[in-house]
């Protein structure tokens, strides 16, 4: 069997289970804000002072690759803290972040999630296989390449568009990269494309609620990780919604490194895209 073949064959979504219940039980073992803002003392390849939980979470991922590594798989796996790392292969990629909204788990707010993906290919249109566990509300989400997505074993409706006012707004847009400043820079385009924004803290996570047609839309307001995006951007697109990095040269062809190539746009429907791909960003 061809590696790529094997790759697509892999129980991914055992692998990330098990991930997901490792770090469940770091997260209950170290609950309170305290204990959660401890720092390893070292800025991961992202970018981001690492915190111990985000170390714990980490070395529970890549404990399930290194068996997948042992049982004959050959990837490579591209993460937060510890980069590209080579487990003898490069036709698959794994796309980890082990804590997408680490700023909220350490401050014991509602979301926080795992995001694994997988691709084969360089790019965010090779993914195959999409996963995120949102710790707040419990939630799994699943993506699989022409085939679908699920929350909690439920296949996700394609058919729900976006709300929209009398005016032309959206109802409700989430946006990511939070900072003050770069709000200030993009307030104006806001007030003119929805009634309602909401930050959550995690673009997986937020991606998710576009997914389920919760969000009518999202932007990124600065160019993001794949880390971040991978898994949460099929989920998006096998649920019916569209998505673009209006960077890169296709809409789909950011790649899959730790590098902020362009901000993310997220939409229920076509125009919804155009209309955010025009937002300001940093």
């Not at 919760?214 to 990780?225: A, P, Q």
């Not at 730790?258 to 937002?279: D, K, N, Y």
Request: negative net charge; proline residues 4%.
């Amino acid at each position: 069997m061809a590696a790529s073949d094997l790759a697509r064959d892999t129980d991914w979504l055992r692998i990330c289970r098990r991930a997901t219940s490792d770090l469940r039980g770091i997260l209950r073992d170290q609950s309170t804000t305290a204990e959660r803002v401890r720092e390893v003392g070292t800025r991961g390849e992202g970018g981001d002072r690492t915190l111990l939980i985000d170390a714990a979470a980490e070395e529970a991922v890549f404990e399930q690759l290194a068996g997948l590594y042992d049982e004959g798989l050959r990837f490579t796996a591209v993460s937060e803290e510890r980069g590209t790392v080579d487990f003898g292969g490069t036709d698959t990629l794994v796309v980890v972040d082990p804590i997408d909204g680490s700023l909220n788990a350490k401050r014991g707010l509602p979301h926080h999630a795992i995001s694994i993906a997988v691709a084969d290919g360089g790019t965010m249109a090779d993914v195959f296989f999409g996963y995120v566990h949102d710790f707040g509300p419990g939630e799994e989400w699943v993506a699989r390449r022409g085939q679908g997505a699920w929350v909690d074993g439920r296949r996700l409706s394609t058919e729900p568009g976006e709300r929209r006012g009398p005016d032309g707004k959206l109802e409700v847009l989430g946006i990511e990269s939070a900072d003050p400043r770069w709000i200030r820079g993009a307030v104006d385009m806001l007030a003119e494309r929805a009634y309602r924004v909401r930050a959550l803290g995690t673009i997986a996570s937020t991606l998710c609620q576009v997914a389920a047609a919760r969000l009518d839309g999202m932007v990124t307001l600065r160019g993001c990780r794949s880390v971040d995006a991978a898994a949460g951007q099929l989920i998006v697109r096998e649920a019916g919604g569209l998505v673009a990095f209006p960077r890169c040269a296709t809409p789909l062809g950011a790649p899959l490194d730790l590098i902020p190539h362009s901000p993310l746009v997220a939409a229920r429907t076509a125009q919804g895209l155009e209309e955010l791909s025009a937002m300001p960003v940093v």
